[in-house]
């Protein structure tokens, strides 16, 4: 009861999937003391709420949690999630974008129906939730922690199996929606972190024997700690053992190459200097 | 321009473009436009904007190229549907019968405050930006791979959509617009690299239409477009590019390099306890 998030409240998207992250980060918190709402759309096999069995397995553990069922995808939808929180513990410390949705699919043979599935539950999503929540943590002047979910798929080539191009536009957008948050929501206090996790889970079972969600909740709740309030607009990724924190994505002069004329570049010398540069 | 004489043996001679937002005066677009055409491209001016008389900037920008011996025609849909994308794109076949080069230039920008954002000023935002370079973007590159004769695709990013640094601010709106198109763009170079399409992203630093603050120009950003569109620049792709007056900064794939990050590793869980004592050291603000 004296946990690390004893007092504070939690809300974790996408987290009735078995064998998720999102699931694992609920238990997680509420085994630090957060009162936790667990939002997913998924029913389990035998057609019942994901989420329910979620919120029963922490009240079993003598842990407080309450069930909702709304699609993060709709600005009423992810409102409504947070707004389960306000109604039912009264306020809201901490919030975890974890919902997603993954497609493969070669960009031509893409569909609109399919592009628009993606962005709305990435993109939208986090828009709805984040808005909702950042006017509360505002109102109650304690401060906040927003975590969401970005993917190596934003920021590498090597992709293994290949997402889609639109899964690979979410996540990059991801970055650039949390960065801006981080900086934006400074003076309330508030942190705003994208996390970048490689777990075998439900929606990326492509190696079985990789190291599982477990390995990724203990992140998720030292993010969500009083202790880590000056930990903020980072990028983290974590894979089993491994914790890689990055500089700011491009902005450093490590990484890159740089050329400086008191003029305007022709396209001559542009075609002779280019290759040497990439 | 004017002074400029169509080169008919240009370095884009015999090459279609298109570029989407062309038609805004003094904007990034119609610099684009006119330095493609002036190299011999054959070039539809897309734009939805009108000048102050009331008349479309495309017409305008169609008119320039004309008067100097170029060949171009105008089109004023909005990138923000699949419909209007693709309408853009197949302009340029029903035209000039191919496209070989599309630059998607076509843009908004507005500070607001996250918690003041709307709905609709987000979905317009977003429309624009990630879904305006998918519509056109996907019937393009349809084309090219049915051309057999490669292809080149050209987004534009921004500053605001990897550092915190972002001088006169933004919304997350736009920063989750111009960080999706990184993605985007990074994805389809690897994907479209069989087909010898070329996908980079431009991060450019210019006193424009969306950002009146004083910088150097447009023109300074047009040859590096040029250059990317011509046959030299086949094998640059996947590449962040950023270039304002005379600098010019290629990026590292971000983020993928061991330089400029902090690595720890553990066979087994970390526990809070860890990070509470590793990670103050690890993400130095």
Not at chain 1, 16 to 45: C, F, H, R, W, Y
Not at chain 1, 211 to 237: C, N, R, W
Not at chain 2, 149 to 168: E, K, V
Not at chain 2, 263 to 278: A, C, F, P, Q
């Amino acid at each position: 009861m004296a946990g690390k998030l004893a007092g504070k409240v939690a809300v974790v998207t996408g987290a009735g999937s078995q064998s998720g992250i999102g699931q694992e980060t609920a238990l997680a918190m509420a085994a630090e003391g957060a009162k936790v709402v667990v939002n997913d759309i998924v029913k389990d096999p035998d057609g019942s709420w994901g989420a329910d069995r979620v919120v029963n397995e922490i009240k079993t553990a003598n842990g407080t949690a309450v069930a909702n069922y709304d699609s993060v995808a709709s600005m009423e939808g992810g409102q409504k999630i947070v707004r389960t929180a306000i109604s039912n513990f009264g306020r809201i410390d901490i919030l975890v974008n974890s919902a997603g949705n993954f497609k493969m699919a070669p960009t031509v043979e893409f569909t609109e129906e399919d592009w628009d599935a993606i962005l709305n539950v990435h993109l939208k999503g986090l828009f709805a939730t984040t808005q909702e929540a950042v006017k509360e943590m505002i109102k109650q002047k304690s401060g906040g922690r927003i975590i969401n979910f970005t993917s190596v798929a934003a920021y590498t080539f090597s992709t293994g199996p290949g997402p889609s191009a639109a899964y690979c536009t979410a996540k990059a957008g991801i970055l650039g929606f949390t960065r801006l948050l981080a900086v934006e929501l400074k003076e309330y206090g508030i942190t705003a972190n994208s996390l970048s996790p490689i777990a075998t889970t439900a929606l990326n079972a492509f190696d079985p024997s990789g190291p599982g969600p477990e390995y990724v909740a203990p992140m998720l709740v030292y993010l969500a700690t009083d202790e880590a309030k000056d930990i903020t607009g980072q990028i983290i990724h974590i894979m089993g053992g491994e914790v890689c924190v990055y500089a700011p994505p491009m902005g450093t002069p490590g990484g890159h190459h740089y050329l400086h004329k008191a003029g305007k570049w022709t396209v001559e010398e542009l075609t002779e200097l280019m290759p040497r540069m990439v | 321009m004017k002074e400029e004489k169509i080169r008919m043996a240009g370095k884009l001679a015999g090459k279609v473009a298109v570029v989407t937002g062309a038609g805004s005066q003094s904007g990034i677009g119609m610099a684009v436009a006119l330095a493609m055409a002036a190299e011999g491209a054959k070039v539809v001016v897309n734009d939805i904007g009108k000048d102050p008389d009331g008349s479309w900037g495309a017409d305008r920008v169609v008119k320039e190229i004309k008067s100097a011996g170029g060949t171009a025609v105008a089109n004023y849909d909005s990138v923000a549907s699949m419909k209007g994308g693709q309408s853009v794109v197949n302009t340029a076949i029903s035209n000039f019968g191919r496209i070989d080069i599309l630059v998607n230039t076509a843009g908004t920008f507005r500070i607001v405050p996250t918690v003041e954002l709307t709905e609709e000023e987000w979905d317009a935002t977003l429309n624009v930006h990630i879904k305006g370079v998918f519509a056109t973007t996907q019937e393009a590159v349809k084309h090219m791979i049915k051309q057999k004769s490669g292809g080149r695709i050209i987004n534009f990013t921004s500053m605001a959509a990897y550092t915190p640094d972002l001088g006169p601010g933004a919304s997350i709106a736009y920063c989750a617009g111009k960080g999706g198109v990184l993605g985007f763009t990074r994805q389809l170079a690897v994907e479209l690299k069989e087909h010898g399409i070329t996908a980079n992203s431009i991060s450019p630093g210019a006193k424009s239409t969306l950002f009146p603050y004083p910088a150097p120009g447009p023109e300074f950003v047009a040859p590096m477009i040029v250059y990317l569109a011509t046959d030299e620049a086949k094998d640059i792709t996947g590449q962040i590019i950023r270039i304002m007056g005379g600098d010019v900064i290629v990026f590292a794939p971000p983020m993928g390099e061991p330089l400029g990050h902090h690595y720890l590793h553990k066979s087994g869980k970390w526990t809070v306890d860890e990070l509470i004592e590793i990670m103050p050291r690890m993400a130095a603000p």
